[in-house]
Structure formats: structure tokens, C-alpha cells
């Protein structure tokens, strides 16, 4: 596990990253202060945790760099969670096991909670990098 910017290991001064959590209320964390975590059923994509019922939110939201290769083909949300996904950079497929769609930066797709969604890096040799909200 390392953080976004590729450092290992704990930060040397404990202010490095900035981020502020107030739990109940609010979490502000910078990129640099970002952990990357590897995921069930996520295949080479680096994820990291935004937002999660342990910081008192009632929602999951994630930052997730798909290498090449990367993707979730297990499926993501249903059974009553809806999903939401808007691409940073690059070029993802996804899918929500009717039709396949092909968005670049700026797209976003919502998924309802009856439905599962996958997604795929389509960005050849480059990463992308998608904002995902449950």
C-alpha cells in the first residue's frame, strides 16, 4: 500500500498531507494525502477511499486510477445501491449488463440500485481515472 503520489511507508511529518476529518461532519484530503488499497474484484486499479460509513458518512465515494488492463468485471453496486461514476482523465468502458458505453474525461454515467455496473480501462497503454460515488 502506498499513498497516490507513490510514497511508501508513513509520512515523516504528520501535517504532509493536510487532510482534515471531523467525523460526522466533514473530510477534506488533498491528494497527496490519498492511500491507495486494493479492492475485491478491482484488477489493477489503485483505490482509494474518499468517504465511508466509518467516517460517519452514509455513503461510499472512491478515487480510482485504472492501469492498463484495469478493470471490475465482478460488478459494482445493486442490491439496492446506486452508483454513480464520473471519468477524471482518460478513457473507460462501462456497462450496466444491458449496454455498453465508452466515456472520456468529463462523462459521467448513473447506475440505479436494481443494476450492477462494470467498467474497463479503454485508455490503451495509459491510465485513467474515474470518481466513484455509492
Known sequence: MSYK??????????????????????ALIPHEGLVNNKLPGFLEIDSSILSSPRLGANFVDYILTLHPDGKNKSGFGGDGIETFAYVIEGKVDFSDGQKTVTLK??????????QVMTFENNNGDANSEVFLYT
Open 5 to 26: 503520489d507513490g510514497i511508501l511507508g508513513y509520512r515523516e511529518d504528520i501535517l504532509k498531507s493536510r487532510a482534515v476529518i471531523k467525523k460526522n461532519i466533514y
Open 105 to 114: 474525461k468529463g462523462g459521467y454515467i448513473y447506475v440505479p440500485s436494481t
